[in-house]
């Protein structure tokens, strides 16, 4: 009975640490998944501001003067 004993003692040890392994690599497949969401919204932010830049720069290509134009916010000097 004592090695029975045994046996079932590290048949429980071993199946905790598959269990662990497998709640480790869901645990990481989360991360991942939340990495990979957080780095396309940055790239598309990324994105949306060069866009914008590329209209702004084609638009003063197109009427340079337009870039001193009083906007409001010019300091009284």
Known sequence: M?????????????R???EY??????????VAEALLKSHREALDAIDRARRSRAHVRADLERD???LMQDDGFRRND
Not at 2 to 14: C, E, K, R
Not at 21 to 30: E, K, P, Q, S, V
């Open 2 to 14: 004592n090695w029975l004993a045994v046996v079932a003692a590290a048949l429980a040890l071993l």
């Open 16 to 18: 905790s640490f598959v």
């Open 21 to 30: 392994l497998r709640d480790r690599r869901r645990i990481d497949a989360a």
């Open 64 to 66: 340079p003067a337009r």
